[in-house]
């Protein structure tokens, strides 16, 4: 089967920096997305990792290896319309792009 | 461009009636696919729609089904209603089976 770790909720100030980690067990892999997600709107795409490393986009970074099933997000100069959920989520197969998400992190950002 | 649409946005259902939910892709993708988003929870895949046949399926009972037209646009419906069902359901669009999803804001059901 398929498991997927991350936090449930995490609080952090406006500026600072915040790292969400997500673990994985998936019978295959094929990449790991994060979604950000503001309550009671869609999933957005910020970043998808298939080799091990660091991905950076702007203000937001993400890292992978996959010898550990592990990944985390890294969200800089927190701003408060950050706050939003944290979906990890992974593809476990070639040729399909189904996802197998985590519950999500709940990130509050306060002043 | 409009991105991914669902209609309808909130609706309200008792157990064993039977559901509807409707999602138009965006502008060029051909693939469709729904997610049952739990209260609290990740969503979860349910199935995709290419070429207007189902494509792959998720842990999900046969009350659960769905169809795609051929102007690419899709159904999800949902049979003999239970509590459990109640959720947020996504559709996510894509170009191709393999190519990034746009996710619509979702239908959100609750069934009494």
């Known amino acids: 089967g398929q498991n997927i770790d991350q936090p449930t909720e995490m609080t952090a100030t406006e500026g600072a920096i915040v790292q969400i980690n997500c673990t994985y067990q998936?019978?295959?892999?094929?990449?790991l997305f994060w979604y950000q997600q503001h309550a009671g709107e869609a999933p957005t795409f910020l970043s998808y990792?298939?080799?091990?490393g660091l991905e950076e986009k702007g203000r937001f970074s993400s890292f992978l290896s996959r010898s550990k099933g592990y990944s985390y997000l890294l969200l800089k100069e927190l701003q408060m319309k950050d706050s939003a959920s944290y979906l990890c989520?992974?593809?476990?197969?070639?040729?399909?792009?189904?996802?197998?998400f985590g519950t999500g992190t709940r990130l509050t950002v306060i002043p | 461009d409009a991105g991914v649409t669902q209609s309808p946005t909130h609706l309200i259902k008792t157990r064993g009636q039977q559901v509807t939910l409707r999602c138009s892709p965006k502008?060029?993708?051909?693939?469709v696919s729904w997610y049952q988003q739990a209260l609290g929870q990740g969503p979860q895949f349910i199935f995709q729609?290419?070429?207007?046949?189902?494509?792959q399926r998720g842990n999900f009972p046969d009350r659960f089904s769905g169809h795609q037209f051929p102007n690419y646009s899709s159904e999800l419906n949902v049979n003999a209603l239970l509590l459990g069902d109640s959720a947020l359901y996504l559709c996510?669009?894509?170009?191709?089976?393999?190519?990034?999803?746009?996710f619509g804001e979702g239908s959100r059901l609750t069934v009494l």
């Open positions: 989520a992974v593809s476990d197969q070639t040729g399909a792009n189904n996802l197998f």
């Open positions: 998936t019978s295959g892999f094929n990449g």
């Open positions: 990792n298939v080799l091990d």
């Open positions: 502008s060029g993708h051909d693939t």
């Open positions: 996510a669009s894509s170009l191709s089976r393999t190519g990034e999803l746009f």
């Open positions: 729609y290419y070429e207007e046949e189902e494509r």
